[in-house]
């Protein structure tokens, strides 16, 4: 989760572009990502190469072997921050700076181009998400709470700045004012999973996200305890007490006095490992046809959960419109069947579907793959099962804003099965927006 602060006005920059001429959308394809943006193919093939990287990087760093196919994440990026908004229905004062969206049908992240002189690189919003995505898919378990964010963070920094080389560690320079003047989280309560460790992150919050990453920082990088980090973790996945868990570091109390030695002594070692080509391979790359690029917007707000049913109403309107406009368009007629489903209007969703899955059929332009009709049709036949209900509310994935704690706190009680609740203090909140660097060191109450 992360989000980013002082960002109430809508820039300039934005509403001078709002009238301007899009951009060509674009589809880039790799073995994880399925990355859609407006803009030239290049940024957009960087885009896709970049998130590779990030895999890859993650890859090695946990000595994953076998990385086996699954479903891929799609990427949206908009123009930016307050185009996002402007998608999601966000409030101007909005901290939402991106949102990442698990599901069963595939997970999506949607993520600003530019972020609109924000403190925090929408790079590394995608790269903490990323991060979160890949431990839960790839090596699910229950990791500590401090783990989960600190690893999340270490992820987030990685960067390219010599060609044929990725970044790991690097400081975290977003934390740096939260690390130097907010109160300081005892070591014990940040890594504590106790009702009264809780109370203690939830009252200095503001700390928790720096110093979650230099501990994870010291244990991973600065070479002083090796082996130790896996030990603890395997304790803790094996279902250990902090007590037991935390014999891996000997005595805590000094593990606690290195660490804010090593923060005092503002040198952090990282790594550049080689980043082979092959890794990074593009799998295809091709401009949206006129009617997929047509439903964009209604796209990606229909990935937002939160719909009532006048937004849904109105969902359904503009696709209608568009799905009249590109009567032969298969992706413009199934996303409408989609709408409908989502509305719980089967009938009309049943007839869209079958009409978009004959237009797919015959080699058409407009061909959908087979694994996309696969999971669409999958969903609404599970959907048909059920009997139906009458307030045709939406019914779509769980969303979670990047900076919304009860989503936070959902996806982790779903997936990681994680315990610590997180939430906030007033005054630590108006303390972040004066320093407007710490980006994700706090979450408003839902
Ligand atoms: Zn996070």
């Known amino acids: 989760m992360l989000k980013i602060w002082g960002l109430g006005a809508a820039t300039l920059l934005a509403l001078c572009t709002a009238g301007t001429a899009r951009a060509e959308w674009r589809e880039v394809e790799t073995a994880h990502f399925r990355i859609y943006s407006e803009g030239k193919e290049k940024d957009v093939v960087q885009y896709a190469e970049r998130l590779e990287a990030v895999h890859y990087l993650m890859k090695i760093a946990t000595g994953m072997k076998d990385d086996k196919p699954v479903n891929k994440v799609d990427v949206y990026y908009v123009y930016s921050v307050d185009e996002l908004r402007r998608v999601l229905d966000a409030k101007p004062n909005s901290s939402v700076a991106g949102i990442y969206i698990p599901s069963i049908r595939g997970s999506a992240a949607i993520v600003p181009r530019n972020n609109d002189g924000g403190s925090l690189d929408p790079q590394a919003v995608l790269f903490h998400e990323y991060a979160h995505h890949f431990m839960l898919q790839y090596q699910p378990g229950a990791y500590p709470p401090w783990y989960v964010e600190g690893w999340a963070e270490l992820i987030s920094t990685a960067s390219f700045e010599r060609k044929g080389t990725i970044t790991f560690g690097k400081a975290a320079s977003h934390r740096q004012n939260e690390l130097e003047y907010l109160r300081w989280i005892p070591l014990r309560s940040l890594i504590g999973r106790s009702k009264e460790d809780r109370d203690v992150i939830n009252r200095d919050y503001g700390s928790y996200y720096g110093q979650s990453w230099l501990l994870a920082h010291y244990l991973t990088l600065a070479d002083k305890r090796p082996g130790q980090l896996r030990a603890y973790l395997l304790a803790v996945l ?152 009458s307030t045709g509310r939406s019914n779509s994935p769980r969303t979670i804003p990047l900076s919304s704690m009860a989503s936070s706190r959902a996806r982790r009680g779903l997936a990681m099965r994680l315990a610590v609740r997180l939430s906030t203090s007033s005054s630590a909140q108006a303390t972040s927006r004066r320093r407007m660097t710490a980006s994700a060191s706090r979450h408003p109450r839902p």
């Open 238 to 389: 094996r279902g250990a007490s902090d007590e037991e868990a935390w014999k891996a570091f000997g005595d805590v109390d000094e593990l606690e006095r290195e660490v804010r030695a090593y923060l005092r002594g503002r040198s952090f070692p990282y790594k550049a490992p080689p980043l082979p080509p092959e890794v990074m391979a593009i799998q295809s790359s091709r401009a949206l046809r006129p009617g997929e690029a047509a439903i964009m917007d209604e796209r990606i707000e229909a990935l937002h959960q939160r719909m009532d049913e006048k937004e849904r109403a109105d969902i359904i309107a503009r696709a209608e419109a568009e799905a009249a406009r590109f009567p032969d368009d298969a992706a413009v007629q199934l996303f409408l069947a989609e709408q409908y489903a989502d509305a719980e209007d089967w009938p009309k969703s049943a007839a869209t579907a079958a009409a978009a899955r004959w237009r797919s059929i015959p080699r058409s332009p407009a061909r959908i793959s087979r694994r996309d009709w696969h999971w669409r049709t999958a969903r609404r036949r599970t959907r048909t099962r059920r009997a139906p209900r």
